[in-house]
C-alpha cells in the first residue's frame, strides 16, 4: 500500500497494488477516494485489483461506510471509539465495545 494524497502519491499509488489514507474526515475520504479512482483511470490501471485503506477521524455510521465502499474504499480501519484509555481498559470492557461497534457497523 502506497501512503499519501498529493496528487504525486495518488498517482504513485494508482501504479501500485494499493493506497493507504489516514486521519481524514468524511468529506476528504471521499475526495481522495475520487482523485484516486482519477488517477487509477489515468494510470489504465483501473482493471487491476487494488485495494484502499482508510482511516477516520471518527466513527462512521453504516450509511458512511456503504458509501465509502461504493467510492472504492476496501479497508476501514478505525478503533472501536468507546476506548477512553486503551492502556487501562480492561480486556471485558474492549471485547464488550468491539462487540458494539460490530453491531453499529457491520451487516
Not at 494524497?5 to 468524511?26: C, F, K, Q, T
Not at 490501471?45 to 462512521?60: G, K, Q, V, W, Y
Not at 458509501?67 to 477512553?84: H, K, M, V, Y
Request: hydrophobic share 45%; net charge negative.
Amino acid at each position: 500500500l502506497v501512503g499519501g494524497h498529493s496528487p504525486m502519491a495518488l498517482r504513485r499509488a494508482a501504479r501500485a497494488d494499493g493506497w493507504i489514507g489516514v486521519n481524514y474526515e468524511l468529506p476528504e475520504a471521499f475526495e481522495h477516494l475520487a482523485a484516486l479512482a482519477a488517477a487509477r483511470r489515468d494510470a489504465k490501471t483501473e482493471h487491476r485489483p487494488f485495494d484502499a485503506a482508510i482511516a477516520l477521524n471518527s466513527e462512521p455510521d453504516r450509511d458512511a461506510c456503504k458509501r465509502l465502499e461504493e467510492a472504492g474504499a476496501t479497508i476501514l480501519f478505525n478503533p472501536p471509539l468507546g476506548f477512553p484509555e486503551p492502556a487501562t481498559t480492561s480486556l471485558d470492557a474492549k471485547l464488550d465495545e468491539l462487540a458494539r461497534f460490530a453491531e453499529r457497523l457491520i451487516d
